[in-house]
């Protein structure tokens, strides 16, 4: 190389890196045929680190400071170099600086409807949202695991592998947890942290650090939320046996939409047989009040009892005046003869 051509080259002998915007996570320092002048200095900010790279390996890590690039303060790029006796010279290597801020508001959720194991329904399908932060805090990792020769790495480049990883933990952690689903969706804050400590060693393995995560929202299933609702009438019922009774007082409407209607309905309760008896017993034993405090029912298929009977569905609406007449006549006239 002739002495033109040497004083020629340009020797870079400040480095420094000013973030060009938010979501950059890695960014190549660009020295193409630059070299870096022996006792140039390295300026690393807060929520700023810097690795140096030598013929593809990885020679130094600088946290934040100020350096001054000599056999001291690069040990093992020295090494590799074979800097000896204070050997000043112009060096070439690959410096790439690595953002360790923390990046909030990271979205996460489930496209599809991830399936989980429960120890009170089998198996829960549901979809859930929310958000996280992270942080850099092993940049050679991070480089040697994620990032690479790239010039740039941002966050959107590593969104969809930290999104996947959350859907894939999510359905191991809770389908393995002990926990049932009914408490941890009650408690989405309890849901956060269980998934939060599952999820920092698998963030770990690439060199970041989850600094939080939270679930915002649980959707279910239509099926598993007339399961749940069913539970909370069941609890709210207080017994099996009351729930029952409900159920079949429930059933009257239904069964007044059936062929015949509730003429229909009448004519059975009248003749003291079929299912308009079974649910008027069922309703006068929901209403009634209980047995130590008032006198004894009337036996069932007494007249009076159907009497009673037709009155407490016609004064429920369930029947219309002349669908009773026509029954109570009926009624009288078997019993008159």
């Given at each position: 190389?002739?002495?033109?051509?040497?004083?020629?080259?340009?020797?870079?002998?400040?480095?420094?890196?000013?973030?060009?915007?938010?979501?950059?996570?890695?960014?190549?320092?660009?020295?193409?045929?630059?070299?870096?002048?022996?006792?140039?200095?390295?300026?690393?900010?807060?929520?700023?680190?810097?690795?140096?790279?030598?013929?593809?390996?990885?020679?130094?890590?600088?946290?934040?400071?100020?350096?001054?690039?000599?056999?001291?303060?690069?040990?093992?790029?020295?090494?590799?170099k074979n800097w000896d006796k204070l050997f000043e010279s112009p060096f070439k290597s690959d410096l790439v600086f690595f953002s360790t801020r923390l990046q909030l508001g990271r979205k996460w959720g489930t496209p599809q409807p991830v399936t989980l194991r429960d120890k009170d329904f089998g198996m829960v399908r549901?979809?859930?949202?929310?958000?996280?932060?992270?942080?850099?805090?092993?940049?050679?990792?991070?480089?040697?695991?994620?990032?690479?020769?790239?010039?740039?790495?941002?966050?959107?480049?590593?969104?969809?592998?930290?999104?996947?990883?959350?859907?894939?933990?999510?359905?191991?952690?809770?389908?393995?947890?002990?926990?049932?689903?009914?408490?941890?969706?009650?408690?989405?804050?309890?849901?956060?942290?269980?998934?939060?400590?599952?999820?920092?060693?698998?963030?770990?393995?690439?060199?970041?650090?989850?600094?939080?995560?939270?679930?915002?929202?649980?959707?279910?299933?239509?099926?598993?939320?007339?399961?749940?609702?069913?539970?909370?009438?069941?609890?709210?019922?207080?017994?099996?046996?009351?729930?029952?009774?409900?159920?079949?007082?429930?059933?009257?409407?239904?069964?007044?939409?059936?062929?015949?209607?509730?003429?229909?309905?009448?004519?059975?309760?009248?003749?003291?047989?079929?299912?308009?008896?079974?649910?008027?017993?069922?309703?006068?034993?929901?209403?009634?009040?209980?047995?130590?405090?008032?006198?004894?029912?009337?036996?069932?298929?007494?007249?009076?009892?159907?009497?009673?009977?037709?009155?407490?569905?016609?004064?429920?609406?369930?029947?219309?005046?002349?669908?009773?007449?026509?029954?109570?006549?009926?009624?009288?006239?078997?019993?008159?003869?």
């Amino acid at each position: 190389m002739s002495l033109f051509s040497f004083i020629s080259k340009q020797f870079i002998d400040i480095l420094e890196w000013q973030e060009e915007g938010d979501g950059v996570l890695a960014s190549r320092y660009p020295m193409q045929d630059n070299e870096i002048q022996y006792g140039a200095s390295l300026t690393v900010r807060e929520s700023q680190m810097a690795v140096f790279i030598n013929e593809g390996k990885i020679a130094d890590v600088f946290g934040p400071g100020m350096y001054k690039l000599s056999t001291q303060t690069l040990p093992v790029l020295t090494y590799l170099k074979n800097w000896d006796k204070l050997f000043e010279s112009p060096f070439k290597s690959d410096l790439v600086f690595f953002s360790t801020r923390l990046q909030l508001g990271r979205k996460w959720g489930t496209p599809q409807p991830v399936t989980l194991r429960d120890k009170d329904f089998g198996m829960v399908r549901l979809r859930a949202f929310g958000i996280y932060s992270y942080r850099i805090t092993d940049p050679k990792l991070f480089y040697t695991e994620v990032s690479g020769t790239r010039e740039r790495y941002t966050v959107d480049d590593v969104e969809q592998q930290l999104r996947n990883l959350v859907v894939s933990t999510m359905a191991s952690t809770l389908g393995g947890s002990a926990v049932p689903f009914l408490d941890m969706a009650a408690n989405q804050g309890l849901m956060g942290d269980t998934l939060r400590s599952a999820l920092a060693p698998a963030f770990a393995r690439y060199g970041l650090a989850l600094d939080s995560f939270a679930v915002e929202s649980i959707s279910l299933p239509e099926e598993l939320q007339k399961a749940i609702d069913k539970r909370i009438a069941i609890g709210m019922a207080g017994d099996l046996n009351q729930y029952t009774r409900y159920q079949a007082a429930e059933a009257i409407p239904l069964a007044a939409q059936n062929e015949g209607g509730l003429a229909g309905l009448g004519a059975a309760l009248s003749a003291g047989m079929g299912v308009g008896q079974v649910m008027g017993q069922a309703l006068q034993q929901s209403l009634a009040t209980p047995a130590a405090a008032t006198p004894a029912a009337p036996a069932a298929d007494s007249p009076q009892a159907k009497l009673a009977q037709l009155k407490s569905l016609l004064d429920g609406g369930l029947i219309t005046q002349a669908d009773y007449d026509t029954a109570k006549a009926d009624v009288l006239k078997k019993l008159v003869g």
